[in-house]
């Protein structure tokens, strides 16, 4: 039988019991031959004929179907994989875009932010009734750009992630805790946790943020309001699908993943709206309400933590999005704890300072400055080596920490400096800087220093930098 994944042969439809024949015999039907069609091991269709004589299909006609069946399936599979190449090709294309545009305008924020932060400390704009008011409105509206980017990148896949062994369970029950008390009354919020369910291998912040977009979209979803449910579990196993979505080859081991969902009761998704969910700007809401780069933000997140996110949606019935991410290794589980917080830094400390771009060159030195810090400034890795170089033959005392952005124009780049600084100066401590362009954060992860994302303001580079010189 068909829901067996088997043909169907049927010699005589006068005597067939199994299900209803009456239509074909009006039609003159005496026999039949059917074979499913596959997809990925999945039955999606059968190919049948029929013939107005009874006995006519034997085993040199099944071998046929089975062989015209065989090719239909692996015709269908074939188109639906060019298409999914397609969209996968097409979002690569528009994150490469958005990561390279993101970088350039983290380095801008980064020099207006900064120049809005030293002029709020002068006398002559705190003595002023109006000027504080308006640097700090335009500080807010740095800020806003800053999170903008941040969901750029974020969908380009080209943030950096601090990946450690999440609680799954106690993240769920902290967001439907805080969803209960700012969401409409009418959207009634449940969280169904597996028993023992594992921690998850991700960025606890950036999984948090995605979990909070997908439910605001639950709620726009819900005007009238309805069940917003919140469950996890792990995965028994990986489908076909599933495994190529992760880019999982059918041989190749897989860790062990958790399934995290997010279901409503809305207004659901039309098939056209499934297709385009992850694009970034693309939104079905007002104009004025949506970004449109809430989900592309959860996908892009997803996909860099080594996993996926599914959507499984029909207009009129609801939405269910789950986010799909590997369990932690054993190793991860250990990873939990808070860093220490950031001592101050020591009065004279020594930096050198490496940054291509004149104007964020500027403002990084105002702010060490300003720390007390004793700022020794390049614009090339090359001319940052010839320093250090001239110093070693003076005989004074290298610096305490080199500061670098990744991205140092034409010449060479931040990594190979830091490589060079490792292997020559052990003793200088290392704390890069980026705002992330597509092309320079590939491997990231295995960097062995901490990297400080622009825009950056005093405060944060105060942490970081005392961070490193601690540790």
């Not at 300072?353 to 614009?379: H, I, P, S, Y």
């Not at 890069?432 to 990231?444: E, I, P, R, Y």
Request: one cysteine or more.
């Amino acid at each position: 039988m068909l829901t067996r994944s088997e043909p169907l042969m049927v010699e005589d439809l006068r005597q067939e019991t199994r299900f209803p024949v009456e239509h074909a015999l009006r039609l003159g039907r005496l026999s039949l031959l059917s074979v499913p069609v596959s997809d990925r091991g999945k039955v999606v269709g059968a190919l049948t004929v029929w013939s107005a004589l009874d006995r006519r299909f034997g085993d040199a006609e099944l071998r046929f179907m089975e062989s015209v069946a065989n090719l239909l399936g692996t015709c269908l599979q074939r188109a639906q994989t060019e298409e999914a190449l397609s969209h996968s090709q097409r979002l690569e294309a528009v994150g490469q875009l958005t990561g390279g545009i993101a970088h350039d305008f983290n380095n801008l924020l980064t020099v207006i932010q900064g120049n809005l932060q030293v002029l709020a400390d002068l006398p002559s704009v705190t003595a002023d009734p109006l000027a504080p008011q308006l640097v700090a409105a335009a500080t807010r509206a740095s800020r806003r750009g800053a999170d903008l980017t941040g969901k750029l990148l974020a969908f380009s896949r080209r943030q950096v992630l601090q990946p450690t062994a999440v609680d799954v369970e106690a993240l769920l029950r902290s967001l439907a805790d805080m969803l209960r008390r700012t969401l409409d009354q009418r959207i009634r919020i449940h969280v169904d946790v597996a028993s023992g369910c594992p921690d998850v291998l991700a960025d606890a912040s950036q999984l948090e943020s995605a979990v909070l977009n997908i439910a605001i979209n639950a709620r726009d979803a819900m005007p009238d309001g309805g069940d917003l449910v919140f469950s996890a579990a792990p995965l028994p196993a990986l489908t076909a699908e599933l495994r190529e979505q992760l880019e999982l080859g059918p041989q190749d081991p897989s860790p062990d993943y958790v399934r995290i969902a997010i279901s409503d009761t809305g207004t659901g998704m039309p098939e056209a709206v499934k297709e385009r969910a992850f694009e970034p700007f693309f939104t079905t809401k007002q104009a004025g309400r949506g970004t449109g780069l809430g989900l592309s933000t959860v996908y892009g997140f997803a996909r860099q933590s080594q996993g996926t996110v599914l959507i499984d949606s029909e207009a009129g019935h609801g939405t269910v999005l789950s986010i799909v991410l590997p369990q932690p290794p054993v190793e991860a589980l250990d990873a939990r704890a808070e860093l220490p917080a950031a001592s101050e830094l020591a009065p004279g400390t020594r930096v050198l300072l490496v940054e291509d771009d004149a104007e964020v060159r500027l403002v990084a030195r105002r702010f060490l400055k300003d720390l007390g810090c004793c700022v020794t400034a390049c614009a090339s890795g090359e001319e940052a080596l010839a320093w250090l170089q001239e110093q070693r033959e003076r005989g004074d005392p290298s610096p305490a920490c080199l500061l670098s952005d990744v991205a140092l124009g034409a010449g060479m780049r931040g990594t190979e400096l830091a490589r060079q600084v490792q292997d020559h100066w052990p003793e200088l401590r290392i704390l890069l800087t980026s705002g992330f362009s597509a092309d320079l954060l590939q491997g990231a992860s295995d960097w062995p220093w901490p990297l400080l994302p622009k825009p950056y303001n005093r405060a944060e580079l105060a942490e970081a930098l005392a961070r490193v010189l601690r540790d």
